[in-house]
């Protein structure tokens, strides 16, 4: 099995890694100057001035929508081809969305793409791809152990022509964003189907409509995250018409599982981009850094770290492009076990890489002066997020007992 790049996506990965040198990370100071400034001004989950200008000069240079399979709005990436690419965007988490290819916004647009009426597209899913608006996933709950999607509490019944839905979510990432205008909610329409994996539906919630309150945003490890936010937000007697619902009653765990295939890859391609940017900054501190009369990278100690890092990180690499070729050959929904192994085993390996990025920094490697904590916070929320380790795990020694029973 060979993974090479073919020409397209070398000219894209070429494009890329010019497009960062010479705006993403000369631009790192002036975005957290804009965010200090819109928190000033009593807006921190405004767009940043500096991204439009970004967002369009990538635009120009055919890096947009990069993510979207076989689809008339992008290049129509395989999941192999994309890899490499997200990748690059990963090493600057914030990085993405100048390119119309950050989360959540992405797996929507799939949802909406495949799932969606020609109503619902042309009223959510073009301005999405055009970069004019952010959505939102709401999906996980305080109350309930939201890891079984079985378990999701919150209610939509339907009255008439419409829809009520009432429930509590939380951590739904870009909802504090003024720019995100709509929800792809998933809730129980019918809470006593025999067969719990039909009890449940996906309906668009515009974020303007009436009995949506945000009741504040969550911190990941005790930072907030602006201009994206992950807020807790109650849905009281909040009605949308039928025809906001997606696929049809019943159908939202179906929906789920052919939206979260993709985005748990995704997140493991950017989680390599991160680590592979830490192994970077560590081994510049190593080798500038002396200590003991000696710099830190002749230390043994330090060398098999730099060693384990890049057998971490390559064993991630190749195990996330192994899963893209099974998603690209064989289905999401085949390819389950490759997707679950990836799910586990990068986020684990990167942390890993990045905690040990930090302590090569020592007390400025937990201090606002580096990306790294910041990277740390990402990756250790990657093993909760789209599933915790154990869920995956749990999935993975199923299908491997199945057939010895």
């Known amino acids: ?98 390119f119309n290819c950050s989360a959540p916004d992405t797996g929507n647009m799939e949802v909406l793409a495949r799932y969606g009426t020609k109503a619902q597209q042309e009223r959510w899913l073009t301005p999405l791809l055009a970069g004019e608006i952010r959505s939102s996933f709401a999906m996980t709950e305080p109350e309930v152990a939201s890891s079984d999607a079985t378990n999701i509490r919150c209610s939509i019944r339907r009255e008439g022509d419409e829809y009520v839905i009432n429930g509590r979510k939380w951590y739904i990432t870009g909802a504090m964003n003024e720019r995100c205008e709509i929800f792809v909610l998933m809730g129980k329409t019918d809470p006593d189907n025999a067969d719990r994996h039909k009890q449940q539906s996906m309906v668009l919630v515009p974020k303007n409509t009436p009995g949506i309150t945000i009741v504040r945003d969550m911190q990941l490890l005790g930072m907030y995250d602006p201009p994206f936010g992950h807020p807790e937000i109650v849905f009281d007697n909040v009605r949308v018409p039928v025809e906001n619902i997606l696929l049809g009653e019943g159908r939202g765990f179906e929906i789920a599982q052919g939206r979260l295939g993709p985005g748990r890859i995704h997140h493991c391609m950017r989680a390599i981009g991160m680590a ?23 230390q ?25 070729y099974r998603m690209d050959t064989v289905g999401n929904k085949v390819a389950a076990k490759e997707i679950a192994m990836i799910k586990v085993l990068t986020p684990n390996n990167c942390v890993k890489v990045i905690d040990w990025a930090m302590q090569a920094f020592g007390a400025m490697g937990l201090s606002q002066d580096t990306l790294l904590t910041h990277f740390y916070a990402y990756e250790r929320h990657l093993r909760v997020a789209d599933g915790p380790d154990e869920v995956h795990r749990n999935a993975i020694a199923k299908q491997e007992l199945a057939a010895y029973q």
Request: with cysteine.
């Open 276 to 298: 592979e940017a830490a192994l970077e900054m560590m081994c510049q501190r190593l080798v500038s850094r002396v200590a003991f009369h000696k710099p830190l990278s002749e």
């Open 1 to 98: 099995m060979q993974f090479e790049f073919t020409p397209r996506v070398l000219a894209l990965r070429a494009e890329l890694l010019k497009f960062m040198d010479e705006h993403v990370y000369p631009n790192e100071k002036r975005r957290e100057e804009e965010l200090a400034a819109n928190a000033r001004a009593g807006r921190p989950y405004a767009e940043l001035p500096m991204m439009a200008g970004l967002k369009a000069k990538a635009r120009e240079r055919g890096l947009w929508n990069l993510f979207l399979p076989e689809s008339e709005h992008g290049p129509g990436l395989t999941n192999v081809e994309y890899a490499p690419l997200c990748e690059i965007m990963g090493r600057r988490y914030w990085c993405a969305e100048i």
């Open 300 to 324: 043994g100690v330090w060398r098999e770290r730099i060693a384990e890092s890049r057998m971490l990180i390559e064993q991630s690499r190749w195990m996330v492009l192994n899963a893209a």
